[in-house]
């Protein structure tokens, strides 16, 4: 039986990193692989008292459908919070509470593309949202980047060089998977050329706020003039991803599509989560929280930086990410990161090869790593396991 399956099936395939999980879970393996937060963080104990009384206080409430924009009272939080954090004139009208932030970057692929139309984004960019767009049968055209994000005159140049563009995916703050910040010239030179031309961007902040050093910069939505940049927030990263809760914050006549394929979709987030998460924020404080998640992931941040230092071969560059969650590590280019995995899983410990992240195929002498998810003494062994396989594959 030949069954036809829609086209757009042709170039989706499992997310190699989902498969890769799969291998890493077993308990023996130091896993840098995932971008997971770090469990023990997780308020258990708050959230246990937390769903008992919103059930007790409003259960039927918490059982039922509600809005498609979300529940009222998180819209409403979320709104406070981004106004907090370098944005102003925010309201709960203009967020859309989605199942993660993941769930914004499919409904951006299928508010915004056509079948040929172009999409630009960093090279290397996350790999969930390049397998999102793909559904919709997009072009991708990779701007380079350097240690800074984004090169702006390279940009500009695909700009007025390129048919189609549609939308521009980046991710400014701490990026998935290099770790990367852009800086405030790159942000001001950015909004410059959007303005000109016009074109909407995607705005992926999952990692924003969890900056250990430096500056906070300023959001290209909080530098937007025109309502062309759609920022995509989530509680994945600042609390906790088990309750799938993102939000989508975007002008009007753009947000109001998302509702619509919102409805088309999933009609709405889960009531109940949004009403735990809403209540955790009642009685407990998510900055706090935030901070604790900041204390320990910089100390892990450290002890791998630290470690990298000391163990890798001469040859081996890594980045440092002043927040987030990843480390992205460029090894000689006539090394392959996919052909050492097995070698590293051989000896339990994994990362992901940084190949799959080039939107049109690459730099395969790269791979990510992330240090939330292992405790410090973990991330020592596991470096240093690494380290063995690199200097064996240079010859040391
Ligand atoms: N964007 C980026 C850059 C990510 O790294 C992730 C998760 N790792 C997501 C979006 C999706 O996260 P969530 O759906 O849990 O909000």
Not at 19 to 42: C, D, N, Y
Not at 128 to 152: H, Q, R, S, W
Not at 180 to 201: A, D, G, H, L, S
Request: hydrophobic fraction near 40%.
């Amino acid at each position: 039986m030949a069954i036809k399956f829609a086209k757009r099936m042709d170039g989706l395939k499992g997310s190699e990193i989902r498969e890769l999980l799969k291998l890493t879970e077993r308990p023996e393996v130091i896993s840098f692989a995932g971008g997971m937060p770090a469990p023990e963080l997780f308020p258990v104990e708050e959230m246990k008292k937390i769903s008992v009384a919103v059930l007790e206080e409003g259960g039927r409430q918490a059982l039922q459908y509600t809005t498609t924009e979300g529940f009222a009272p998180l819209r409403e939080k979320i709104a406070e919070r981004m106004n907090t954090k370098n944005m102003t004139n925010i309201t709960k009208d203009d967020i859309l509470v989605t199942s993660g932030s993941q769930q914004g970057l499919d409904f951006a692929g299928k508010v915004f593309l056509d079948e040929g139309d172009v999409v630009l984004c960093e090279s290397p960019s996350y790999l969930g949202a390049l397998n999102a767009f793909k559904a919709y049968c997009p072009k991708f055209v990779d701007v380079p980047t350097d240690d800074e994000g984004m090169i702006m005159e390279e940009l500009e140049k695909i700009i007025q060089t390129t048919d189609r563009i549609k939308m521009i995916y980046v991710i400014p703050d701490f990026q998935n998977p290099t770790g990367r910040t852009w800086p405030m010239e790159r942000r001001k030179k950015f909004m410059e050329i959007i303005n000109k031309y016009e074109i909407p961007v995607i705005e992926d902040n999952p990692y924003g706020e969890l900056r250990f050093e430096g500056e906070s910069l300023p959001s290209l939505k909080s530098l937007d003039e025109k309502g062309l940049v759609i920022f995509l927030g989530t509680f994945s990263k600042i609390f906790c991803p088990g309750y799938r809760l993102g939000w989508t914050c975007a002008a009007p006549e753009i947000l109001s599509k998302f509702v619509f394929v919102k409805q088309g979709s999933d009609l709405q987030a889960s009531t109940i989560s949004q009403m735990e998460v809403s209540k955790f924020m009642d009685v407990y404080n998510l900055d706090e929280h935030v901070e604790k998640i900041k204390s320990v992931y910089v100390k892990r941040r450290d002890v791998m930086l630290k470690t990298m230092e000391e163990e890798f071969p001469e040859g081996v560059k890594f980045t440092h990410p002043e927040g987030g969650l990843f480390t992205w590590v460029e090894i000689p280019s006539h090394l392959n990161a996919k052909e050492l995995m097995p070698k590293c899983i051989e000896k339990n410990v994994a990362y992901v090869a940084g190949g799959a992240f080039f939107p049109n195929g690459g730099r395969e002498n790269t791979f990510r790593l992330n240090y939330s998810n292992m405790p410090e003494e973990k991330i020592v062994e596991g470096i240093k396991k690494i380290a063995e396989v690199l200097k064996e594959a240079i010859g040391e």
